[in-house]
């Protein structure tokens, strides 16, 4: 039973190899954090929006913006996805809810040349839900959440006439959490009861797929890191710009439940001392026990969220139209070691390499003019995947994709602005697996529709 403790939480950190991640960058990790900055592809770098959301996109973005500035919006995340078996063909199907994602955002001049802020965001956000009873990939996870907060004090100052710095420093507060059934044929039999060592119950004749526990992993971590930027106005027309996130560890803290699932079935022949018809739930009732390898107990990790940045330009056409475009780099290879550490003695420690890709996404965006209260936006991105073609699972079935987005800034009033939003995600196919130890054994397809709106206020 040693064996399942180790799946569980090797499932919860390939999940949390996505965490720093973006929704439009790797994983389901979130960077639509703005309704205007969405509506333009994200393209941010040399030109945030100018209702505070530069405090995470670019944080120099904030020197020069005037008065006090408050604005607040929503991003709903609806994603659709499926596994098919190449064996079986039968096609699992993702169950995910409609996902809110909010964002906030004050800013104050404090000088003509100083402008501090606030902001609270959710840069890191995942759930993944599949069924619980049918689901092919439930022994790997049927259930994932991250929800993630960041806290970000913020200040832009002009440093010149061409040249703007800012820097933010943001708390971080996340918490995790993983469910996964056990499928009792893979699991040994206990050595107590006399089977030869290497008898899984599956060579007893219990049936591939027979759930036996339903496992759940919940921790929670905080931490700090440093958001900085510059943005330089080469000409009248041409701004050229760029930010950095810094690396952190993160520690996680938590709880590691199992709870038994009763299967109905007995044994086909005698083990043991027990006779042919034991039911085998009464075999299984000790290996919850306390101390035993699947008593509830507490767990903690640690993970390294990599660096990630971008560089961009932003470039006025005319009076009424913009182009820009921008590069995001994310340090993947940073993640590389993680060690997972159970208090139950009964249950080993796990050190685990994963081998993520260093990725990188390429944006473009515009945005136009179309009257003193309409502007119009629209965008393209591209971004390559961080998984490793071995480790596509339904914890993560992630890989490269396409996306498109259209937006409109409305201004209501002298003090009043709105924004809307649409994006659509195309992830392309990718072979993964539901069982690790068998290899990718089947095709992924993801794909997603997202909505914003935003609301501002300027006085």
Not at 178 to 192: K, M, Y
Not at 278 to 289: E, N, S, Y
Not at 430 to 448: H, P
Request: hydrophobic content about 40%.
């Amino acid at each position: 039973m040693r064996r399942f403790a180790s799946l569980l939480i090797a499932g919860a950190v390939s999940l949390v190899a996505a965490l720093p991640s973006s929704l439009a960058g790797q994983g389901f990790g979130v960077y639509e954090h703005n309704t205007c900055a969405m509506g333009r592809a994200g393209v941010t770098a040399a030109r945030p929006c100018a209702d505070g959301s530069a405090i995470y996109f670019s944080p120099a973005g904030l020197a020069g913006l005037t008065g006090t500035r408050i604005s607040a919006g929503v991003t709903l995340i609806g994603a659709q996805g499926n596994f098919t078996d190449d064996f079986l063909g039968t096609q699992s199907d993702l169950k995910n809810p409609l996902i809110p994602v909010p964002n906030l955002y004050i800013t104050r001049a404090v000088s003509p040349k100083v402008t501090a802020g606030i902001g609270v965001y959710a840069p890191y956000g995942l759930e993944t839900k599949w069924d619980s009873v049918n689901s092919p990939g439930r022994f790997l996870g049927y259930n994932t959440i991250i929800r993630s907060i960041y806290i970000q004090p913020t200040i832009g100052v002009q440093l010149s006439p061409k040249l703007k710095f800012g820097i933010g420093v943001a708390y971080i507060t996340s918490h995790l959490k993983l469910r996964q059934r056990a499928d009792l044929s893979t699991q040994p039999v206990p050595p107590a009861l006399g089977a030869p060592a290497g008898t899984t119950f599956g060579m007893l004749g219990v049936p591939t797929g027979t759930d036996f526990a339903d496992a759940t992993l919940e921790a929670n971590g905080h931490g700090f890191s440093v958001n900085f930027g510059a943005i330089w106005q080469a000409t009248d027309r041409l701004s050229i710009g760029g930010h950095w996130l810094t690396r952190k560890q993160i520690d996680y803290d938590g709880d590691a439940t199992f709870k038994q699932v009763l299967t109905g079935l007995v044994l086909p022949v005698a083990l043991g001392p027990l006779p042919a018809g034991t039911p085998v739930d009464v075999v299984l009732q000790p290996q919850f026990a306390s101390g035993a390898p699947l008593s509830n107990g507490p767990v903690a990790t640690a993970i390294n969220m990599p660096p990630q940045g971008s560089l961009g330009f932003a470039y006025k056409v005319n009076d009424a139209w913009s182009v820009m475009a921008d590069y995001q780099y994310v340090v993947w290879g940073w993640f590389n070691e993680v060690d997972i550490n159970f208090a139950n003695a009964g249950t080993p420690d796990l050190a685990l390499h994963p081998q993520n890709k260093d990725t990188h996404g390429f944006r473009f965006g515009t945005e136009y003019q179309y009257s003193s209260k309409l502007q119009l936006r629209g965008g393209y991105l591209y971004h390559g995947g961080a998984s490793p073609a071995q480790f596509v699972t339904p914890l993560l079935p992630e890989g490269e994709r396409n996306e498109f987005t259209i937006g409109a800034g409305i201004t209501l009033n002298p003090h009043w602005h709105a924004d809307l939003a649409y994006q659509y995600i195309k992830q392309s196919d990718r072979r993964g697996t539901v069982n690790l130890a068998a290899g990718n054994t089947g095709l992924y397809k993801f794909s997603a529709n997202l909505f914003a709106a935003g609301i501002a206020l300027t006085f």
